[in-house]
């Protein structure tokens, strides 16, 4: 019985070393729902009440930059 328990625990620092290799290689940041799955394209998936305080960061960023595209779009219809 014993031997199970020390192979199995051996077996899962195996598991636990290979993850730790792979972030070390990939030195990505550790992400969270409320905020990691915006870069692969989608919108907000958390339950959260309120946005995460990057997303409240990130959704004034692309309201200016949004606002910033239709003035310059005005500025070539009114050149034009």
């Known amino acids: 019985m014993m031997e199970l328990f020390i192979i199995t625990f051996v ?3 195996v598991v636990i070393l290979i993850m730790a290799v792979g ?4 030195r990505k940041k550790i992400k ?3 905020g990691g799955i915006s870069d692969l394209g989608l919108e907000k998936v ?3 009440e309120e946005p995460c305080d990057k997303r409240k960061e990130l959704n004034k960023r692309m309201e200016a930059q949004r606002k910033a595209e239709q003035q310059i779009d005005i500025k070539i219809l009114d050149h034009n």
């Not at 972030?23 to 990939?26: G, V």
């Open 46 to 48: 958390c339950d959260c």
């Open 11 to 13: 077996l899962m620092l």
């Open 32 to 34: 969270g729902s409320c």
């Open 23 to 26: 972030y070390i290689f990939q």
